[in-house]
């Protein structure tokens, strides 16, 4: 398994968690969204700073569709 994906994956738990609900409620959510793919490619950025940080922007994403930047 790539790095890449360990952390989506962990990216996505933790989302999870933070949201009070399951990993495969906020995929499909995404999903729907069409965000899954945005956020697995937000690694590089995502990866290297506090995950609150990934969360918020991830919040943006979902509220509006773009990112936060």
């Known amino acids: 398994m ?9 990216l ?5 968690g933070y949201k009070n609900t399951t ?10 969204l069409k965000l899954t793919d945005f956020i697995y490619e937000m690694y590089e950025m995502y990866h290297t700073e506090a995950i609150e940080n990934a969360f918020m922007d991830i919040d ?10």
């Open 2 to 10: 790539s790095r890449e994906m360990e952390f989506f994956i962990f």
């Open 12 to 16: 996505l738990e933790s989302y999870a």
């Open 23 to 32: 990993a495969d409620k906020i995929l499909k959510m995404w999903d729907e």
């Open 60 to 69: 943006h994403l979902v509220k509006t569709g773009k990112p936060a930047w």
